[in-house]
């Protein structure tokens, strides 16, 4: 059955520093992966997407991630962090296909808690 | 983005009672919302897919009885929760899917049974 790991529940940095949230997925065929942002009072939203192609994804807010087959990874990076990018961090896998996102399967989150 | 309300945002109610959640996508026509709940330090776990003009799909182990949705426009998705109890209190977050295939989230609802 497909899934999606994030290892880390909670991750703190310091304003400025880099960040790395960790995801990991099991899942047979080609994934398509997200990773979604949840700020309180507020929806998900989309940060990036990967469907195919490069494996180094660019999203929106200054994220990147990066897709390495052989790792099952989709590790999500930011070189400097601001403290508005405290949230919670979800990354997702979809098993229907890029237009097809019926079947969001979501990871357990990463709560980023950033220091001034 | 495409921007997707819920209403109400918070609520509490007795247990035994029935509330009514709604989804509206604002911008956009959705044919296919969705309904999610999460626990506290939990994933998203999807409830029922919420087609505009026919039933509701519900995932496995989710009573259709139980939470009941309705979809009556392109725009506006609804969930009851009949005869809540103490362990239906979660937050329940929708969403909706544009022509291009992306889901776009609405804000949650915390539902607190006492």
């Known amino acids: 059955a497909q899934s999606v790991t994030q290892p880390d529940i909670h991750i703190t940095v310091s304003e400025g520093a880099s960040l790395e949230l960790r995801c990991n997925y099991s899942?047979?065929?080609?994934?398509?992966l997200f990773w979604y942002v949840q700020s309180p009072g507020q929806g998900l939203q989309l940060l990036l997407k990967?469907?195919?192609?490069?494996?180094l994804v660019q999203g929106i807010k200054g994220f990147e991630a990066e897709f390495k087959r052989s790792q099952s990874s989709f590790n999500l990076r930011k070189p400097s962090v601001h403290w508005s990018d405290a949230a919670e961090y979800f990354c997702?896998?979809?098993?229907?296909?890029?237009?097809?996102?019926?079947?969001?399967?979501f990871g357990t989150g990463t709560r980023l808690q950033v220091f001034p | 983005g495409a921007v997707v309300s819920q209403h109400p945002s918070r609520v509490i109610c007795k247990s035994g009672t029935s509330v009514k959640i709604e989804c509206r996508s604002l911008d956009f026509q959705a044919t296919t919302m969705f309904w999610y709940r999460q626990f506290p330090k939990k994933s998203l776990m999807l409830m029922a897919t919420s087609n505009e003009g026919s039933k509701a799909t519900y995932e496995q182990g989710v009573e259709k009885d139980k939470f009941l949705i309705n979809h009556a426009s392109l725009t506006l998705s609804t969930l009851t929760v009949t005869s809540a109890h103490p362990e239906d209190s979660s937050f329940y977050i929708c969403?909706?899917?544009?022509?291009?295939?992306?889901?776009?989230f609405g804000p949650g609802t915390r539902l607190t049974v006492l």
């Open positions: 899942y047979g065929a080609t994934p398509y």
């Open positions: 969403s909706a899917r544009d022509v291009e295939g992306e889901q776009f």
């Open positions: 997702a896998v979809c098993p229907g296909g890029p237009y097809n996102t019926d079947k969001l399967i």
């Open positions: 990967y469907f195919s192609g490069d494996t």
